[in-house]
């Protein structure tokens, strides 16, 4: 089946750095990714939509500047994390949709943020 | 907009036994796709089961079937047999079917499998 990874699946950084995580699709092509947020015990919200070679399209109240997505080709998305505050730590996940069967998303393993 | 309804925060069945989570869902779109996807405690998510409005037959996989009420905007899960490794967040997702669609998630049903 089609496989989603994320670098790193965890990381910890001080208030102030930014951070890059890294989506990819390891054996097929995807020209639309999507980043989502987890909460502890809630569901999964919608950060925005990365697409290849274009400009990322951002849910309302989500932050461009903060949350920088860059969709360089059909297998890598990657959201930075630019000046982080605590209050950004979460869980990431990112997800793909595979240019041949558009209609399913496949998701990566996630990403834990700690910012101290 | 989009609206996804999980009424049971949490459930809990026996091993061997059957169980039902409830999804609905309101939409003015004709054209959808609804999902069911599965998080266990590694937090990764994994598809459970995938309909297309436009077909009233209701999928099936394996020990995984929905009953899809379209007039109803309901997609219930039944997990027969359950087993242990069915311990998970369950989630209900629905999709337009159409180019740069997202994903619309419910808010999730917690599911514990016991002995």
């Given amino acids: ?39 502890p015990k809630q569901s999964l919200m919608l950060m ?40 950004d730590s979460s869980f990431y996940i990112c ?4 240019d041949s069967a558009q209609e399913t998303q496949y ?8 910012v101290l | 907009a989009q609206t996804v309804t999980q009424s ?6 026996q091993e061997a036994e059957t169980v039902t989570l409830s ?21 990764q998510m994994i598809l459970v ?3 297309e409005a436009y077909k009233q037959q209701n999928a099936t996989e394996n020990r995984f079937s929905v009953n899809f009420q379209k007039a109803a905007k309901s997609f219930s899960l039944k997990i027969s047999d359950s087993q242990l490794g069915d311990t998970a967040m369950y989630f209900c997702a629905f999709m337009w079917a159409g180019t740069a669609s997202k994903l619309t998630f419910g808010t999730g049903t917690r599911l514990q499998v016991t002995l």
């Fill in chain 1, 107 to 114: 998701f990566g393993p996630g990403t834990r943020l700690l």
């Fill in chain 2, 23 to 43: 999804c609905t869902y309101d939409t003015s779109e004709n054209n959808y796709y609804l999902f069911w996807y599965k998080q266990p405690p590694s937090r």
């Fill in chain 1, 1 to 39: 089946g089609a496989v989603v990874s994320q670098h790193p699946s965890r990381v910890i950084c001080k208030s102030g750095t930014s951070v890059k995580i890294e989506c990819r699709s390891l054996d097929f092509q995807a020209t639309t990714m999507f980043w989502y947020r987890q909460f």
């Fill in chain 1, 48 to 87: 925005a939509t990365s697409n290849e070679g274009s400009k990322a399209t951002y849910e309302q109240g989500v932050e461009k500047d903060k949350f920088l997505i860059n969709h360089a080709s059909l297998t890598l998305s990657t959201l930075t994390v630019t000046s982080a505050h605590p209050e």
């Fill in chain 2, 8 to 13: 049971q925060p949490e459930m809990s069945v």
């Fill in chain 2, 49 to 51: 089961i995938r309909q």
């Fill in chain 1, 95 to 98: 997800s793909a949709r595979a």
